[in-house]
Structures are given as C-alpha cells and as structure tokens.
C-alpha cells in the first residue's frame, strides 16, 4: 500500500504543475482575443494614412466582428464532435495566420480580407479557452480561476490601447498585428506539450445546412447592428432586407435543428432552465458592458478633459472592482458550492450603478464618477464569469463544447446591440442638444458623426465647446439610462435561477471527512 502512494504521489504533484502551465497557455490565448480589436483601434488612423480606403475603414472591425461571431457556434461543436486539443490548436493557427498576413496588407481590401481570415480563428480561442477549462476543472474548483480570467480582461481593456499607441509609435502599424505570433507560438508549444484530452472521431457528418443557416442569420444580425443608423437609416430598405434575411434564416435554423443528425447547436440544452436563463444575463452583461467601455471614455474626454490615455486610465475603478469581485465570487463559490446570490446580487449592483452613471453632468467630478463606476463594476464582477460556470454545469460532458460557444455567442451579439442600440440614443441626443444649443454651426458640427476627437474639441470656440459638453452629458444620460432599464431583465431571470449542486469536489465538509477517515467494511465475495 505504502508503494502504491509513493508512487502516487509524484503524479499527483505532476498533474496540478501541468494544469497550471495549461492555463497560463489558455490566458495568453484568451488575452490574444480581447486585446486585438482594442489594440488595432489605435492604430487606424495610421492604417488609414498609409493604405488609404478611408470610406473602408469600419470594414477592418466589421469584417474581424462578423467572422468571429459567425464562427463560434461552429468551433464549439467541432471540439465536442472531434477533441478539444486539436481544434482548439486549429483556431490558434488560423488566427496567427491571420495577423501576419493582416500585418502583411498593401491595401485596405486585402487588411479587410486578412482581418476575416483573423476573426475566423478567433471565434476558436474563448470558446476553446472556455470548454478546455470546463473539460480540465470541476465547476465546483473553477470559481479558483476566475479572478485570473477576469485580470486578463481587465488587463486588455486598460492595457490595449496603451500598448497599441506605443507599438504604433515605436515600431509602425504593421506589428499591432505580429505582435500576436510570439504569444501565439509560445501558447501553442505549451498546449500541445502539456495538455492531454482525449481524442474523439465522431461518425456523424458536420451539420453543413444548419451551420450556413446560422452563419447568415448572425452575419445579418451583426449587419444590422453595425449598419443602422450609421451607414443607412434603420427604416431603411437595405436594412429591412437585412432584418427580413436574418429572420428567416434563423427561423429555418432552428426549424432544421429538429431535424439534424448532429445539429450544430443541440436545441435540447435549452430545455435547461439554468442554461437559458444565463444565456440571457450573459447577452444583457455584453449589452451593458461594452456600452458603457464606450461610453465612458467619451463622457471623460470630452467633459472631464481626459486624455485619450488617460481615458483608459480612469476606467481603473470599474475594472479593479470588476476583478476583485470576481476573485471574491470564485472564491465562495468554490468553498460554500453556492452561487444564486451572486447573480441576484450582481444584476442588482448593475442597475444602481448605471442609473448612478446616468445622473452625471458637466459638473461631476472624476472621484464621484469613479465611484459609480466602481458601482457597475462590482456587479459586472459578480456575472461574468459565473454565467459561464453555470451555463457549463447546466449541460452533460458531451455538450461542453455547444454550451461554451452558445454562452460567449449570446454575450458577443449582447454587445452588438448594446453598442448600437445605445450608440443610436447617444447620437440622436446629441444631435437634438447641440441643435439647440449651438443654433445651426452646432446642428452642422454633428451632422455626419456625434463624437468629436480632443483635438477637434480643442479648437472649437468656447460656446460651442461648452454646448457640445453639455450634449454628450445628455447622450450618456440617455445611455445609461437605457442601460439600466435593459439590466432589470437580468435581475428578473436571476431571480428564477435555481441552485443545483456544482459538479466536482469542494472542500470537504466534516461528515465528509469523517466518512472518509472511517475503515472500509469488509467486503464479501458474492458466488457467481
């Protein structure tokens, strides 16, 4: 017996030593995901100056946004169909190809190309970061690791623009782009040296109809969302067409997932409260968190006077109580097993802290905005990754895959709609404050585009500068307060999460121990 635990425990050592290089691999992919577009925003308008293609410019994120999304629910179930590991690596290569050829581009028709080549792969790296862990780690132990996962978030939204306008000075446009393939190649050696999961060959086909229908209903979705009331009028022709397509083709997906032998998206892991209900927190968080990471550094540069670098700077409050909330929520849940009240808790702090966001002025001073900030972030903190966790828990082994991609679809054409929903409200109410305000040159100022750089601001005259800080106060009013009423939707559907025990082990409880300290009873062989 004695050899048997000697020999035991060096493997047991080996194992968490190899599960922690695994997930320093998973974060440094999941950090290549988040910190590309915030990276590559800094640097378009020298993009834009060496390539030209201005009228372009919004397909280098649209064509990047639109491949992601699209591919998504598709990475998801090729890694439950085929292995985890090898799919996963897949959506790793495809996306560094992607970048060195974007890095490559001579023109902005090619940087569009290459940017959806890009998006492709990077609609593999959350899932596959997301179902790897959920393969790797028991529910119940992987409230531990949300606090990393938050950090690499929080870290890309403060340190993207940072790092983007510095590689952009120092060393050109072009490198925003291969700075990804040495943490691209470092993560791939480690994950396939490291990471064992067994294969699978699935006998069924790829459901090709399911995953083409899909594909055109989120290409029209996002369409919609980018398109409306920016490059067309929401009424639209061209928009309605896009509607009339997106619902159709949906409507013909879910239709045709009745009927496939191995559809794409499994409409029987819905038929899990838990799973829907955090599908619809998860798409509310994405509503209201990248409203308000756009919003915000608009509201303080262009009424606090902050800097473009300072902008990011001052959304430390949010993203420091995001963080530090999450490790606390991860933290109890893996010791208690509980998580209701944290989503409950979180939706609620969402609510206050946005209508706190909506009541500022021209005269709110950054502490008290911190403060409200600090507010969203707490409850930002206590979602996002326990939707997620949830989510994993609500459905067997098998669908892993399918609930991962499913959640961080939900939550990406959350932050479609979020950004153009609220955006439409932002723009309108500028537009009408600044009519009134600043007469005609104010209408003028903001007829093609409500958001004007430092440097535009700069140089207006007092009047309207004045009128235009009172204008964007307006149209993050609006925002907010539209974003508040949206996360009272969250509130509802935590409130009807039912609490079902965490897969895995915990800590064990007293009687657990005992239970295990206590001698086996001696077992008699039965005759055969």
Same mark, same amino acid.
């Given at each position: 017996?004695?050899?048997?635990?000697?020999?035991?425990?060096?493997?047991?050592? %080996?194992?968490?030593?190899? +599960?922690?290089?695994?997930?320093?691999?998973?974060?440094?992919?999941?950090? &290549?995901?988040?910190?590309?577009?915030?990276?590559?925003?800094?640097?378009? =308008?020298?993009?834009?100056? %060496?390539?030209?293609? &201005?009228?372009?410019?919004?397909?280098?994120?649209?064509?990047?946004?639109?491949?992601?999304?699209?591919?998504?629910?598709?990475?998801?179930?090729?890694?439950?169909?085929?292995?985890?590991?090898?799919?996963?690596?897949?959506?790793?290569?495809?996306?560094?190809?992607?970048?060195?050829?974007?890095?490559?581009?001579?023109?902005?028709?090619?940087? !569009?190309?290459?940017?959806?080549?890009?998006?492709?792969?990077?609609?593999?790296? *959350?899932?596959?970061?997301?179902?790897?862990?959920?393969?790797?780690?028991?529910?119940?132990?992987?409230?531990?690791?949300?606090?990393?996962?938050?950090?690499? *978030?929080?870290?890309?939204?403060?340190?993207?623009?940072?790092?983007?306008?510095?590689?952009?000075?120092?060393?050109?446009?072009?490198?925003?782009?291969?700075?990804?393939?040495?943490?691209?190649?470092?993560?791939?050696?480690? !994950?396939?040296?490291?990471?064992?999961? =067994?294969?699978?060959?699935?006998?069924?086909?790829?459901?090709?109809?399911?995953?083409?229908?899909?594909?055109?209903?989120?290409?029209?979705?996002?369409?919609?969302?980018?398109?409306?009331?920016?490059?067309?009028?929401?009424?639209?022709?061209?928009?309605?067409?896009? !509607?009339?397509?997106?619902?159709?083709?949906?409507?013909?997906?879910?239709?045709?997932? @009745?009927?496939?032998?191995?559809?794409?998206?499994?409409?029987?892991?819905?038929?899990?409260?838990?799973? @829907?209900? *955090?599908? &619809?927190?998860?798409?509310?968080?994405?509503?209201?968190?990248?409203?308000?990471?756009?919003?915000?550094?608009?509201?303080?540069?262009?009424?606090?006077?902050?800097?473009?670098?300072?902008?990011?700077?001052?959304?430390?409050?949010?993203?420091?109580?995001?963080?530090?909330?999450?490790?606390?929520?991860?933290?109890?849940?893996?010791?208690?097993?509980?998580?209701?009240?944290?989503?409950?808790?979180?939706?609620?702090?969402?609510?206050?802290?946005?209508?706190?966001?909506?009541?500022?002025?021209?005269? @709110?001073?950054?502490? @008290?905005?911190? /403060?409200?900030?600090?507010?969203?972030?707490?409850?930002?903190?206590?979602?996002?990754?326990?939707?997620?966790? +949830?989510?994993?828990?609500?459905?067997?082994?098998?669908?892993?895959? /399918?609930?991962?991609?499913?959640?961080?679809?939900?939550?990406?054409?959350?932050?479609?709609?979020?950004?153009? !929903?609220?955006?439409?409200?932002?723009?309108?109410?500028?537009?009408?404050?600044?009519?009134?305000?600043?007469?005609?040159?104010?209408?003028?100022?903001? %007829?093609?585009?409500?958001?004007?750089?430092?440097?535009?601001?700069?140089?207006?005259?007092?009047?309207?500068?004045?009128?235009?800080?009172?204008?964007?106060?307006?149209?993050?009013?609006?925002?907010? &307060?539209?974003?508040?009423?949206?996360?009272?939707?969250?509130?509802?559907?935590?409130?009807?999460?039912?609490? /079902?025990?965490?897969?895995?082990?915990?800590?064990?409880?007293?009687?657990?121990?005992?239970?295990?300290?206590?001698?086996?009873?001696?077992?008699?062989?039965?005759?055969?």
């Amino acid at each position: 017996m004695a050899d048997t635990d000697t020999a035991a425990a060096p493997e047991a050592a %080996e194992k968490p030593r190899s +599960v922690r290089v695994v997930l320093l691999a998973l974060m440094i992919t999941m950090m &290549l995901a988040m910190l590309d577009n915030m990276i590559i925003g800094t640097a378009m =308008p020298t993009i834009v100056g %060496e390539l030209g293609g &201005l009228e372009h410019l919004s397909w280098v994120v649209t064509a990047y946004t639109l491949a992601t999304a699209a591919s998504t629910p598709l990475w998801g179930k090729l890694g439950d169909m085929y292995g985890r590991k090898g799919v996963f690596m897949s959506s790793i290569v495809l996306f560094l190809v992607g970048s060195a050829l974007s890095g490559m581009a001579q023109d902005m028709g090619q940087l !569009i190309g290459f940017r959806a080549v890009q998006g492709l792969g990077a609609g593999g790296l *959350m899932v596959g970061v997301m179902a790897i862990i959920g393969d790797l780690i028991p529910p119940r132990e992987r409230g531990k690791y949300q606090g990393m996962m938050a950090g690499v *978030m929080a870290l890309a939204m403060i340190g993207g623009p940072l790092v983007g306008g510095t590689i952009t000075d120092h060393w050109g446009w072009r490198w925003a782009f291969y700075i990804n393939l040495p943490l691209g190649v470092v993560a791939l050696a480690a !994950i396939s040296a490291v990471l064992h999961l =067994p294969k699978k060959r699935a006998k069924a086909r790829i459901d090709y109809l399911g995953a083409g229908l899909l594909t055109v209903g989120i290409t029209a979705i996002v369409l919609v969302t980018t398109w409306g009331g920016t490059e067309y009028a929401w009424t639209s022709a061209r928009i309605m067409e896009l !509607i009339g397509i997106g619902v159709a083709a949906l409507i013909g997906f879910v239709f045709w997932q @009745t009927k496939a032998a191995e559809p794409v998206l499994p409409l029987h892991i819905f038929r899990s409260r838990n799973f @829907t209900l *955090m599908s &619809l927190i998860g798409f509310i968080t994405g509503f209201v968190m990248f409203g308000a990471t756009l919003f915000l550094p608009l509201y303080q540069q262009a009424v606090q006077g902050a800097s473009a670098t300072n902008s990011g700077l001052l959304l430390l409050p949010m993203l420091g109580a995001m963080l530090v909330t999450s490790m606390v929520a991860g933290r109890v849940t893996t010791n208690t097993g509980r998580y209701y009240v944290f989503p409950v808790l979180g939706s609620a702090l969402m609510i206050v802290g946005l209508y706190l966001l909506s009541t500022m002025d021209t005269g @709110t001073s950054r502490f @008290t905005s911190g /403060v409200f900030m600090a507010v969203v972030g707490l409850g930002m903190g206590c979602l996002m990754q326990i939707t997620m966790l +949830v989510a994993q828990n609500s459905v067997e082994m098998k669908d892993m895959g /399918v609930a991962s991609s499913s959640t961080t679809l939900f939550r990406t054409l959350g932050s479609s709609f979020g950004v153009a !929903i609220m955006g439409a409200l932002f723009n309108n109410r500028v537009q009408d404050v600044m009519a009134q305000r600043g007469g005609t040159a104010g209408a003028k100022m903001t %007829e093609q585009s409500a958001q004007v750089n430092a440097e535009g601001l700069a140089k207006l005259p007092a009047a309207l500068r004045e009128a235009y800080q009172h204008a964007v106060s307006a149209g993050t009013h609006s925002a907010f &307060l539209l974003g508040s009423a949206v996360a009272i939707l969250a509130l509802i559907a935590a409130v009807f999460v039912k609490e /079902v025990p965490l897969k895995g082990a915990g800590p064990k409880t007293d009687e657990e121990k005992a239970a295990q300290e206590a001698p086996a009873p001696m077992q008699v062989a039965e005759p055969v």
